[in-house]
């Protein structure tokens, strides 16, 4: 199953969102996500409202950046499961348990 996770954009900013997987080595790495941007609720001069909308597979692990004002920025860890989207607080526990994957 999929969940959309919705990030705004603020000032010239852009969140991210990077799948968190192990490559053939077994070494940890991120592949961004790509995103859509939904300008529905963005002012006038497109410094806020505008949201990037990016697509999570259940089960997997993501590193999000966002921006929490002009210039302040939070980084966490999440994970979809049956469509919704949860914070993992123990991060580390979840790279532990992520087998090799070939992609």
Known sequence: ?????????????????????RDAAGILRHRKLPSRRDYAHANKRGTRGIYRWFVVEDGKLYCVRAQTGWTAWDTYYVTAR??????????????????????
């Not at 959309?4 to 968190?20: D, H, W």
């Not at 123990?90 to 087998?99: C, G, L, T």
């Open 1 to 21: 199953m999929k969940a959309t996770l919705g990030l705004e954009q603020i000032g010239r900013g852009s969140p991210e969102v990077a799948e968190v997987y």
């Open 82 to 103: 049956e469509g919704a989207i949860e914070r993992v607080e123990d991060w580390q526990e979840w790279v532990r348990n992520i087998s090799a994957s070939t992609s």
